[in-house]
T-cell receptor, first 112, second 111 residues
Framework: DAGVTQSPTHLIKTRGQQVTLRCSPK?????VSWYQQALGQGPQFIFQ???????QRGNFPDRFSGHQFPNYSSELNVNALLLGDSALYLC???????????FGPGTRLTVT | QKEVEQDPGPLSVPEGAIVSLNCTYS??????FMWYRQYSRKGPELLMY????GNKEDGRFTAQVDKSSKYISLFIRDSQPSDSATYLC???????????FGQGTRLTINP
C-alpha cells in the first residue's frame, strides 16, 4: 500500500522565481492538505483541497496557490519566491476532511 | 501567545527510561489530539490519534488528554534508541480541517 508521495525531494530556486510542488495521496484518500515547516518549528497549515476545491486556508498570502486533480493528486504553487519561503513543504492526505492526516516525506525548498 | 505550547527540549534520557512529553493549549474548541514522530529530514509519522478527554494506549505509547486543564501528554515506556526523534503534538477543533502543531520536542535516548 503506497503512502503519500511528494516530488521533487529537493529544490533550489532564486528569489522572485515560481515553483510547483506535487503530491499523490495515500491509496483510498481523497483529501490533501499542505503545510510549511520552517527549521526547528512545527508545521504550519497552508490549505486543504477536497473535491477539487480549496476548503480551508491558513494565514498565507495569495502567492501560495494550489490545485487538486480528479485523481486526488495535488499541486502547490508559490509565486514571487522570497528567502523566507525556504522550508520543508509537507503534504498530508486523509479520507475526507477532518479525519486522520498522514504525511509524505516532504519537499525541501531552498530560495537563494 | 501561541495556540499550542510545547517545550522544544532537547530532552535526553537513558535507554529503558519512561519518557513524558507534554503540550498545553489555549483554544477550548480543540477536540482532536494527535502525536506525530518526525525523524531528521523526514515527514511526520502519526503515532496516536484521540478524541476529547481520556487515555489511549498503543504498545509502549500512552496518550493522555485533560481538557479541563488544556493539557495533553505522551508517555513512552521502555524507551529505545530508535525512539530518538522530534515529537510533535497537534490538535484541531470539531469539523475543522487544519491541524495546529506545537513546536516539537527533540528527544534523544542514550544506549
Amino acid at each position: 500500500d503506497a503512502g503519500v508521495t511528494q516530488s521533487p525531494t529537493h529544490l533550489i530556486k532564486t528569489r522572485g522565481q515560481q515553483v510547483t510542488l506535487r503530491c499523490s495521496p495515500k491509496s483510498g484518500h481523497d483529501t490533501v492538505s499542505w503545510y510549511q515547516q520552517a527549521l526547528g518549528q512545527g508545521p504550519q497549515f497552508i490549505f486543504q483541497y477536497y473535491e477539487e476545491e480549496e476548503r480551508q486556508r491558513g494565514n498565507f498570502p495569495d502567492r501560495f496557490s494550489g490545485h487538486q486533480f480528479p485523481n486526488y493528486s495535488s499541486e502547490l504553487n508559490v509565486n514571487a519566491l522570497l528567502l523566507g519561503d525556504s522550508a520543508l513543504y509537507l503534504c498530508a492526505s486523509s479520507f475526507r476532511p477532518g479525519s486522520e492526516q498522514y504525511f509524505g516525506p516532504g519537499t525541501r525548498l531552498t530560495v537563494t | 501567545q501561541k495556540e499550542v505550547e510545547q517545550d522544544p527540549g532537547p530532552l535526553s534520557v537513558p535507554e529503558g527510561a519512561i519518557v513524558s512529553l507534554n503540550c498545553t493549549y489555549s483554544n477550548s474548541a480543540f477536540q482532536y489530539f494527535m502525536w506525530y514522530r518526525q525523524y531528521s529530514r523526514k515527514g511526520p509519522e502519526l503515532l496516536m490519534y484521540t478524541y476529547s478527554s481520556g487515555n489511549k494506549e498503543d504498545g509502549r505509547f500512552t496518550a493522555q488528554v485533560d481538557k479541563s486543564s488544556k493539557y495533553i501528554s505522551l508517555f513512552i515506556r521502555d524507551s529505545q534508541p530508535s525512539d530518538s526523534a522530534t515529537y510533535l503534538c497537534a490538535m484541531s477543533p470539531e469539523g475543522a480541517q487544519k491541524l495546529v502543531f506545537g513546536q516539537g520536542t527533540r528527544l534523544t535516548i542514550n544506549p
